[in-house]
């Protein structure tokens, strides 16, 4: 596996908006690791934020990581802060990763996820293409600009077929037509304007550290507290399954091998409905955490949730044949990875939920 210091080259300096989250939070621990580039993490630090494991990855680095990692508190809807922000960063690379993302907060509270997703993007936009143009020589020839998006914003699949880079947008939810109008912001910005840069669509990511609202972690924590696992609706709905350290290796080529201007559809092969998740996450837990087995019994339907699309799938083949990419990660082993760890963090995730 090619390592993040051979991916950036002579990229030095990277900027990684939404580093507090999720997926942000792979990647900034990923270049912390694997390369001596200067990081500097861009979060508003909201609900849920959480820098503990970037924290864990510097204690392991000791004078290695010195100096290397700055947290700049910064909201993106607020422009000044944010071309602020940039300008201290100086960056040869920026990975776009802040978003506001849970589909149901989307529907009760529409607003913060135009703030956060449209508006802020806007800004960040404005503030990289003030950067960029003022660059110059090898450092502006390099520099790039990638955008991390959602597979979400092409809307639902029947029971045939994937979606590609030339899949028609069709959100369906406030979120996903968040994030749909990011990504046509970001492409008008390259094509108006030249600004260098790189998109990719990915599916559900899942993985240690994953704030513990999401399906995956929800199901893991109540089943091993003995409590009923909710399953919405008939429990059919489809995602596709990618293991968070397969995405950042995804984005690291993408950010900085991708053709200029193109997207990528990056997915998992992990195509499987709720319930299928929800039954593997038990038989996983029946055999590392047998009190309380058989766990399917703690299944309980509830309504469906309005805005939920029936089926996602990805085809990957751009990023394969183009980039080289391919998951190192089988969905039922990741899974059995993943209810591990968080049977061993059980107190971050209160504490994680406590702040929220």
């Known amino acids: ?12 300096r990277i ?5 507090a989250g999720f997926i942000g939070g792979a990647v900034v621990r990923r270049l912390l690791r694997e390369s001596t580039a200067q990081v500097f993490n861009l979060d508003k630090m909201g609900y849920a934020s959480d820098c503990t494991s970037i924290e864990h990855v510097l204690t392991e680095l000791g004078p290695a990581g010195e100096g290397r990692y700055q947290l700049l508190r910064v909201d993106l809807a607020d422009a000044q802060a944010t071309a ?14 802040a978003a506001e993302s849970h589909v149901d907060r989307s529907i009760a509270g529409p607003e913060a996820f135009i703030s956060s ?13 003030a950067h960029w143009e003022q660059l110059a020589g090898e450092r502006k020839a390099n520099f790039r600009m990638h955008h991390i998006s959602t597979d979400e914003v092409f809307g639902s699949l029947g029971p045939e077929g994937r979606f590609s880079e030339t899949t028609p947008y069709d959100p369906r939810s406030p979120y996903s037509a968040s994030k749909a109008a990011s990504d ?22 899942y993985g240690p550290w994953q704030f513990p609202e999401k399906l995956i972690p929800v199901v893991i924590l109540k089943a091993a507290a003995g409590e ?8 059919l709905n489809v995602r596709d399954w990618l293991h968070v350290e397969d995405h950042v290796d995804a984005l690291l080529l993408a950010a900085c091998r991708g053709a200029l201007g193109r997207s990528y559809c990056v997915g998992g092969f992990g195509e499987r409905t709720n319930r299928q998740i929800v039954e593997l996450i038990c038989t996983s837990l029946d055999q590392v955490h047998p009190k309380g087995s058989p766990h399917a019994k703690l299944i309980q339907r509830v309504s469906d949730r ?16 183009e980039l080289g990419w391919q998951p190192r990660h089988s969905l039922e082993a990741g899974l059995t990875e993943t209810v591990k760890w968080y049977l061993t963090q059980q107190n971050w995730c209160k504490q994680a939920v406590n702040r929220s």
């Open 84 to 97: 602020e922000a940039v300008q201290r960063a100086d960056p040869d690379l920026v990975l776009h990763l």
């Open 1 to 12: 596996m090619t390592t993040a210091a051979e991916l950036l080259g002579d990229r030095r």
């Open 306 to 321: 309005p805005g939920h699309d029936r089926r996602y799938a990805i085809d990957p083949s751009r990023i394969q044949c």
């Open 15 to 19: 900027l990684v908006t939404g580093g």
């Open 117 to 129: 997703n449209v508006i802020g993007t806007l800004h960040l936009l404005q503030a990289v293409r």
């Open 228 to 235: 009923a696992i909710p399953l919405y609706g008939d429990g």
């Open 184 to 205: 046509h912001l970001v492409n008008a910005w390259h094509h108006t304007y030249g600004l260098p840069v790189v998109l990719t669509n990915c599916s559900n990511n």
